[in-house]
């Protein structure tokens, strides 16, 4: 119950924030969006589990905390899940115009992990690029106890790499679109007892609905069978930007928020109600 108090003050503070434009958002910073700047495919550098195509600005570092409750039908028990969570803390950083870094540690399996993300090709109507394109490189290592047998467990079949190609196009200031192949490489996977090779398509789109509010669609299915016992990760999200802070909403079928987690472990079906809440917070500071 505390939980929901603390998310509901905070609600109310952020949206006595947010009468501002649009426009205000993105020159936050003293950056001019129409001029030095390509214009928001997403409002955020992650959709609901996957990466979008956007990095922090050159000089922002960006704080978030994820928050991702248990199943729906764990019951009144558990509060329908408020009782049982997993938390992702995480920091951005735009190093450049084109290139970022960040780091991040999530409670599941008690995972550390790190990334580098580049903008290849940016979205601008004047030089002909009709999409933008971005490849993000992500290592993580799960440091959780007793899970691996002795002969695996070493650094090596610890570790886990991830390749992310994204391909995007906004369309209009209400759409976006954004496709995304990604390459899972696990030296050793406990569930399978094997090395695991993972290839998933992801599709993701964005509707914005008033100036300050989004709402975020994302389904990666797998398209090889790599003998993994899981479901495609299917999610709704519901961005809320008040001014330095972008506030997230989503339900989806996976409680993991590292990219291995729901990549590869991710079991719940929408049709059973099994049902994730969650939500992340994200805050810019100006270095």
């Known amino acids: 119950m505390r939980t929901i108090a603390a998310l509901t003050l905070f609600f109310a503070s952020t949206m006595l924030a ?13 950056w001019d969006d129409t001029t030095s700047l390509p214009p928001k495919t997403f409002r955020s550098t992650r959709v609901v589990n996957m990466q979008s195509v956007e990095n922090p600005y050159p000089g922002e570092l960006v704080f978030t905390v994820g928050h991702r409750f248990g199943n729906f039908r764990s019951g009144f028990y558990n509060m329908f899940g408020l009782d049982i969570a997993t938390i992702r803390l995480g920091l951005d950083y735009g190093i450049n115009s084109w290139l970022a870094a960040g780091a991040g540690r999530s409670t599941y399996q008690k995972t550390w992990d790190s990334y580098l993300k580049a903008r290849m090709i940016t979205q601008d109507g004047d030089s002909g690029y009709p999409f933008s394109l971005s ?5 993580s290592i799960s440091t959780i106890r007793y899970v691996y047998p002795e002969e695996h467990d070493n650094l090596g079949d610890r570790m886990s790499y991830i390749h992310n190609l ?5 369309f209009s200031d209400r759409f976006s679109l954004q496709v995304s192949p990604m390459w899972l490489r696990s030296s050793y996977l406990p569930e399978t007892n094997a090395p695991v090779n993972h290839i998933s398509l992801g599709t993701a789109v964005r509707i914005r609905l008033t100036p300050m509010t989004h709402l975020n669609l994302e389904y990666i299915p797998s398209i090889i069978d790599d003998g993994v ?14 001014g330095g ?3 997230q909403l989503f339900l989806s079928n996976t409680q993991g928020i590292s990219d291995k987690a729901w990549l590869v472990n991710t079991t719940g079906q929408w049709q059973n109600g099994d049902i994730f809440f969650g939500f992340t917070i994200t805050r810019v500071f100006y270095l």
Do not use: C, W
């Open 135 to 139: 490849y993000y490189l992500s290592a």
């Open 166 to 170: 994204m391909l995007a196009r906004k």
């Open 18 to 30: 947010a009468q501002i434009t649009d426009d205000m958002f993105d020159q936050l910073g003293g």
């Open 229 to 242: 016992n899981r479901v495609n990760p299917v999610s709704a999200g519901f961005d809320i930007e008040t």
């Open 245 to 247: 802070h972008v506030f």
